[in-house]
């Protein structure tokens, strides 16, 4: 790892792993309701963060463990992502530590390093790990193409700067709690979000047994116009030109959130030589295609009037929909796609096992209820209401992000 002007020593960082561990491989026949809690790849996430929720799949029996030891880690291991479904590597190089009194079945991709205590702090580590200097540097040594992946030592070879451990910690402290801050207005945000799904619920009723009699429609039959996504390559992207609206950066609270660190922007050439992958903000955006297996974002949908530019180009996955106006309303068709107990619809109809999709005439004639337009209008209302707090706590996250990544370029240089 390059790190101009540091002041510490650059070690490789297998030099400080005392044990490395991989993940098991586990079959769809493996997994439990409940037993003993299985990490994936996916699981490891921004801030050092574990995130579970995955639909099923976090589960196996005491004896697939037990024939597994060496897939086995506790809290005295930390956990890293080498292996990504996704081509850009988001998630590649991740680590986390794992919490107090608390053991795991590492799934494939997933894998254990344990640390020598008196030279690497784990939190340390796990921002280090978000840094975009790091992340750059494992994507340097990434392979494949539809599965990308970093191989064991080259993982272990990458160059880490090490201070003092007392230095690595207060760096730790001071990043987490920049990280507190920013979880905090994130959850906010989710609150404002389970605010508009009440407002929904409210008004309508669970949408999937309809039980407030809603006459029905095919989605294809309340659309006016579908545009399809792009099949962008590797040479396709820049730092600057036409936006890029990927099917990733579609949220299930109905906003997008762009990596602008990497394939968000191409060539205004390009996005010219594909008009019918255009989209502005008369469109609303949808996701049908989903390379995590239990297919968490297929049918997500966003409003783009509520996004940060005028048009996108849409990549590979992410279709756009211009709604008839005097059938479906945006805020309500967004709800609906998102609306959890809605979202087994979508994968129900979902085909595929790595990379999963709805095929668009299966999308299009999925059956969907239509209260009254007025209906609809006055739930608009309501949501227009959440989306300016939301703005707002938007814009404020979007400073604490960028506060965030001074502290941490600065941090790894030795200037905190």
């Given amino acids: 790892m390059k790190l101009a002007d540091t002041k510490w020593s650059v070690v490789p960082l297998g030099s400080v792993v005392e044990e490395f561990k991989g993940g098991a491989s586990l079959t769809a026949d493996d997994f439990t309701d409940s037993g003993f809690p299985v990490l994936h790849k ?18 196996t029996s005491e004896e697939f463990v037990a024939a597994h030891p060496n897939a086995v880690v ?29 053991s795991y079945l590492l799934a494939q991709g997933a894998y254990g390093l344990r640390l020598n205590p008196t030279k690497l702090h784990p939190r340390y580590l796990a921002h280090l790990s978000n840094d975009w200097i790091f992340h750059k540097e494992i994507l340097r040594r990434m392979v494949g193409t539809t599965q990308v992946h970093i191989r064991n030592g080259d993982f272990l070879a990458v160059e880490i700067p090490l201070p003092p451990l007392a230095e690595q910690r207060r760096i730790a402290e001071v990043l987490d709690r920049a990280e507190a801050l920013r979880a905090k207005r994130r959850a906010a945000l989710a609150q404002l979000d389970s605010l508009t799904q009440s407002l929904f619920l409210d008004l309508f009723g669970d949408p999937r047994t309809n039980v407030k009699g809603w006459p029905k429609s095919p989605i294809g039959s309340v659309i006016s116009d579908m545009r399809r996504g792009a099949a962008l390559e590797p040479d396709d992207f820049v730092e600057s ?83 008839d106006p005097n059938r479906l309303n945006p805020e309500f068709f967004v709800a609906l796609s998102n609306n959890p107990n809605f979202r087994h619809v979508f994968r129900q109809n979902a085909v595929g096992s790595t990379q999963i999709h709805i095929r668009t005439p299966i999308y299009l004639a999925i059956q969907i209820p239509l209260p009254p337009i007025e209906l609809q209008r006055q739930f608009a209302r309501q949501v227009s209401v959440a989306e300016k707090l939301k703005s707002t706590s938007c814009r404020s996250l979007a400073e604490l992000d960028a506060l965030f990544a001074t502290l941490q370029h600065r941090a790894f240089k030795g200037e905190l």
């Fill in 42 to 59: 996916g699981t490891i996430q921004l801030g050092g963060r574990l995130d579970f929720e995955r639909d099923g799949k976090v589960h």
């Fill in 241 to 323: 030109g036409f936006p890029i609206l990927h099917k990733g950066a579609i949220k299930p609270n109905g906003g997008i959130t762009l990596d602008s660190k990497k394939k968000t922007f191409a060539p205004l050439e390009y996005a010219k030589a594909n008009p019918r992958s255009q989209v502005n903000r008369e469109f609303t955006a949808v996701t049908l295609r989903d390379l995590v297996p239990t297919g968490p974002s297929i049918g997500l949908a966003v409003d783009l009037r509520h996004g940060p530019f005028d048009e996108y180009l849409l990549a590979q996955g992410a279709y756009g929909f211009r709604l």
């Fill in 74 to 102: 506790d809290d005295r291991f930390v956990v890293a992502t080498l292996r990504n479904l996704v081509r850009t590597g988001e998630t590649l190089g991740f680590v986390a530590p794992v919490p107090a009194g608390r």
